[in-house]
């Protein structure tokens, strides 16, 4: 007979807890997760393709430590005069915050967000020993300025994070908020923009606020607007200082010489996988305007997904959905649901659905 997880000598402080797990099925329409549905265009997966390829000729040795040429890549991409060794990269968007966590925070120290927000930042802050705070939003899920500051103040805590556009609920998150709790903090603030190609193109990134703030971090993904979640690249632009400190917690050689060949294929096509940002963003406002025509009330979004609210029995609307092939989240808010914005046809098919319920 198997052992239980109460009968090993456990962390105190993981005892009780449930591993992070949205709902995996093999539906017709997933639209759970907010991955990118589209797949990757076939010119681009045959460079990526030959990129491996060519990198699994010396796959015997070691990767490059420092993955230069991708963090070379990931500057020219973001802009905004950055360099090479202001950029670090991990295995997913997890990994980076999970080294900033390791390296600023840990046993005695405190992680902070704003409720509702990414539900891995208090399981990867519980994860190095730190404690998780939860800080409040406005009845629409919206941030200001002086609350956001005042909360910041009141706590004081070693890692700030800001998720912009916020996940699960899509709301954007102005730069004015983001230079206000950095005033008001005396740790890092990590401004999480894993979907910041969808927000308007004409709306400013965080990074633009990264000169002159050595405590400040803007982390990204490639598993979105990159359609690269099976792939698992995350990255983030900072300090050179920040970057160094990061140093001392990853595992060594922890990007795999696939991984980079595989990431940095994909940055040389960036303009035509960003070609597929505006067939989601307009699925999103499709989305979003046919569940006002509904009845629901959607919440703005400058994400991939859609909350609506309205929704009077989530758990009862969730299962009819699935038992007509379309998977949604319940992300747990009350009477609402959250929807990402897929291709056309799957989000015809969820509209379909949800119509006929």
Not at 251 to 257: C, D, G, Q
Not at 307 to 313: N, Y
Request: glycine content about 8%; aromatic content about 8%.
């Amino acid at each position: 007979m198997s052992a239980s997880l109460d009968d090993l000598p456990l962390r105190d402080d993981l005892r009780g807890q449930i591993p992070y797990g949205a709902p995996q099925a093999s539906l017709p329409v997933t639209l759970n997760v907010n991955e990118n549905t589209h797949p990757v265009p076939e010119d681009v997966a045959d460079d990526i393709l030959d990129a491996v390829a060519q990198a699994l000729r010396d796959i015997n040795r070691y990767p490059d430590r420092e993955f230069t040429g991708l963090r070379e890549g990931f500057a020219e991409y973001l802009g905004h005069g950055l360099q090479a060794e202001q950029i670090w990269a991990a295995n997913g968007s997890n990994e980076v915050l999970h080294h900033l966590l390791q390296a600023f925070a840990g046993p005695g120290r405190t992680a902070f967000g704003f409720t509702p927000t990414y539900s891995m930042y208090p399981l990867l802050t519980g994860a190095t020993g730190a404690t998780y705070v939860s800080g409040t939003r406005g009845e629409d899920f919206t941030l200001t300025a002086s609350d956001a500051a005042e909360q910041i103040d009141r706590a004081q805590p070693d890692v700030v994070f800001l998720c912009a556009p916020n996940n699960p609920t899509g709301t954007p998150l102005r730069l004015d908020v983001i230079e206000a709790v950095y005033e008001a903090s005396r740790g890092i603030v990590i401004v999480d923009e894993a979907y910041q190609e969808f927000a308007p193109r004409d709306e400013p990134s965080a990074l633009a606020l990264l000169p002159g703030r050595e405590r400040l971090v803007v982390s990204r993904t490639m598993s979105k607007a990159f359609a690269f979640a099976g792939a698992r690249v995350g990255y983030l632009a900072a300090d050179p200082a920040v970057i160094d400190a990061l140093r001392l917690v990853r595992l060594p050689y922890h990007l795999s010489a696939l991984t980079q060949a595989a990431a940095t294929a994909a940055l040389r096509h960036a303009p035509t996988m960003l070609g597929m940002v505006d067939d989601i963003v307009a699925q999103r406002n499709r989305i979003s305007a046919t569940l006002s025509a509904l009845g629901y009330s959607p919440y703005e979004s400058w994400s991939n997904f859609v909350l609506f609210g309205g929704v009077k029995d989530p758990q009862a609307t969730w299962e009819g959905l699935y038992e007509r092939g379309i998977l949604v989240r319940d992300v747990g808010l009350p009477h609402t649901l959250r929807v990402s914005a897929g291709s056309e046809e799957e989000s015809t098919a969820f509209l379909e659905a949800l119509a006929s319920l």
